[in-house]
Each structure stands twice: as structure tokens, then as C-alpha cells.
């Protein structure tokens, strides 16, 4: 499966984003879906997933709360609601697929990502 995220791009803190994540050429009910993010001179790190069905999400503990990930099996999409974003939020946001769902280690078919910036 091909993934493309969008939606990115420049909010003042407190302000809020939704990313996209289109998929193609795949089943895309397979899989679950990944969102990560990462900033500038760190390492990549885990945001958000959703599974196969969409009854079940993962947040990271920094993101409970702020960000809600949803799905639409009839448009091959995952969202990524953003709201009381932080200049910490700042960076790359990428999505991925995994066909194992609880494992964060296991997301792979990574697609092009998109800048979010958070401005003080």
C-alpha cells in the first residue's frame, strides 16, 4: 500500500490542524494505520495508530487528549485532528501501515510526510 499524508502547515499555538493520510494500491482495511512525527535534529517518534476497523486507537501520552485519529475504510483515508498544538509539536508528521495492530515498532510503507509548524 502507497500512503500520502497532507494537510500540514504554519499555526500559532493553540491553534488546531487535521492531517490526511490517502492510501492506494493496497486493501486498506488490512492494515492498521500509523501517524509519527519528527522534529528537527530528533529522532522519529509515535503520535497516533488506529486499526484495521477503526475501533481502536493508540495515542502517545503527550498527544492524549489533543489529538483524535479516525479512518474511512470507503475513501482509503486516516485523519489526524490536532487541536491545543504546542511549538513541541512541531515537525514532519509521516503515516504508515502495519498489518500488526499494538505494535509500534512494526509500521512500515511510509509515505511521503508533511510539515506542521506551531509558532510561539
Known amino acids: 500500500v502507497q500512503l500520502q499524508a497532507c494537510g500540514g502547515g504554519l499555526v500559532q499555538a493553540g491553534g488546531s490542524l487535521r492531517l490526511s493520510c490517502a492510501a492506494s494500491?493496497?486493501?486498506?482495511?488490512?492494515?492498521?494505520i500509523g501517524w509519527f512525527r519528527q522534529a528537527p535534529g530528533k529522532e522519529r517518534e509515535f503520535v497516533a495508530a488506529i486499526s484495521r476497523s477503526g475501533s481502536s486507537t493508540d495515542y502517545a501520552n503527550a498527544m492524549k487528549g489533543r489529538f483524535t485519529i479516525s479512518r474511512d475504510n470507503a475513501k482509503n483515508t486516516v485523519s489526524l485532528q490536532m487541536d491545543s498544538l504546542k511549538p513541541e509539536d512541531t515537525g514532519v508528521y509521516f503515516c504508515a501501515a502495519s498489518v500488526n495492530w499494538g505494535m509500534r515498532a512494526s509500521y512500515d510503507s511510509w509515505g511521503q510526510g508533511t510539515l506542521v509548524t506551531v509558532s510561539s
Open positions: 494500491g493496497g486493501t486498506f482495511r488490512r492494515y492498521a
